[in-house]
């Protein structure tokens, strides 16, 4: 039995019986909390060392309803090779899978954020070499909570790893690790927009919630509960991905609240490798804290919105690919490159299907990079880039200002 399999068992195990004991303190919440991250991590004898470098690449979220492979997308290969040879290749899947375990809408039927999509839409992304997901969104509930064991038995099915959402409590904010190592991990979640019925509980499958308490401060027990699976996948020598799935805008959706900045740090102080951030369509500024990179918003990889045409500016259209190499749990180097979705989109089936991707070339790279490069001089001096070398000088070295 190897090192992930027995924590990821003993989290599970650990986080019922948790749940179940009487309450001894305000709430199970606050005793699952309390409890967890003090007395109940195990701790690897010794981390496991990379024998080389481990390569992730991190894509915006992916608001996938139908398979771009069969509406005329040309730029799948270019995405392959981009991607091929990665370790670990992450996006969020802010979809809902039907299938015979779905319940009925959450939303109205003709709704225009109704996220629904068969099982092709995930085949889709695997194609192109996502092979970790996150499921901890405010559309994981769009098909109640059978839609929640719906998209889960379709990721099983195909033996992918995701993280953020479960059965119960427990599954829904246990850390996932790559299927086949255990060098790379994932431990996710949702915090706004998650309506009543969606967040998993110790009985209900659903999403794992860090929610917001009367004062606006997310919960501290959510939040220790997050930050103990950052400690126990950290314990096994994994790069671990800590991910957030906000809803909580700023007035300007472009700028990061300063409790995200703060979960972030925290997430890498537990001993996470790097942080993402998801939610808002369109970028955010990257800070660096730690040697880690903390990406606060890649925004969109995939984005088949079908509000109007105006519901969004230029920015919902634009994105990032983020490869890192990680040496012994730290990221010892960040590429980006930007990418361009299609506004415009093509017809299918009598739909319209926009925000697919293309790498972006010439001045629209300049533009991306640019913007941010500008948001991320908001969050403070700790960030550099540079453009990259030939033959690939659309992308840009991310580093911490100095280096």
Not at 55 to 78: C, E, F, P, V, Y
Not at 131 to 153: C, E, K, P, R, V
Not at 339 to 353: E, F, H, P, T
Request: glycine share 10%; with cysteine; hydrophobic share 45%.
């Amino acid at each position: 039995m190897t090192l992930r399999f027995f924590c990821s068992l003993l989290y599970d195990g650990v986080m019922e019986v948790l749940m179940t004991l009487p309450i001894m303190f305000h709430s199970r919440r606050q005793f699952l909390g309390a409890g967890i991250s003090v007395a109940f991590l195990p701790v690897a004898a010794s981390a496991m060392k990379s024998k080389r470098p481990v390569r992730i690449s991190l894509l915006g979220q992916s608001l996938i309803k139908t398979d771009i492979r069969a509406i005329g997308w040309q730029h799948g290969a270019t995405f392959r090779k981009l991607l091929r040879g990665q370790d670990a290749v992450f996006t969020d899947l802010e979809t809902v899978i039907s299938g015979p375990l779905a319940g009925t809408s959450t939303r109205p039927a003709n709704s225009e954020v109704l996220h629904v999509g068969d099982p092709s839409v995930i085949d889709c992304l695997t194609s192109l070499g996502v092979n970790l997901f996150a499921t901890s969104n405010n559309h994981a509930w769009d098909l109640n909570t059978g839609g929640i064991m719906s998209t889960i038995q379709a990721l099983d099915e195909r033996g992918l790893s995701f993280a953020g959402t479960g059965r119960n409590l427990a599954a829904a904010s246990r850390p996932a690790f790559l299927k086949g190592s255990g060098s790379v991990a994932l431990v996710a979640a949702a915090s706004g927009a998650i309506r009543d019925g969606a967040a998993a509980t110790i009985t209900r499958p659903g999403v794992n919630e860090l929610a917001r308490g009367p004062d606006g401060a997310l919960t501290p027990s959510d939040v220790e509960r997050y930050l103990a699976a950052i400690r126990l996948a950290a314990s096994t020598g994994a790069g671990v991905i800590a991910y957030l799935h906000n809803h909580h805008w700023e007035k300007q959706k472009s700028d990061t609240p300063m409790w995200q900045r703060a979960l972030a740090k925290a997430a890498i102080d537990a001993g996470a490798c790097t942080f993402v951030a998801h939610g808002v369509p369109e970028l955010q500024g990257i800070e660096y804290y730690k040697d880690a990179p903390l990406f606060h918003g890649l925004s969109s990889f995939i984005f088949q919105s079908e509000k109007a045409d105006d519901a969004y500016g230029p920015e919902a259209w634009q994105s990032l690919v983020a490869d890192l190499q990680i040496e012994n749990g730290r990221v010892t180097q960040a590429k980006l490159w930007p990418v361009q979705l299609d506004y415009s989109g093509l017809i299918y089936n009598g739909r319209r299907v926009r925000g697919s991707p293309a790498l972006a070339e010439g001045n629209g790279a300049e533009i991306i990079l640019g913007r941010v490069k500008m948001l991320s001089e908001r969050l403070g001096d700790t960030v550099s880039l540079k453009s990259m070398a030939r033959p690939r000088q659309n992308g840009a070295v991310l580093s911490m200002a100095g280096k």
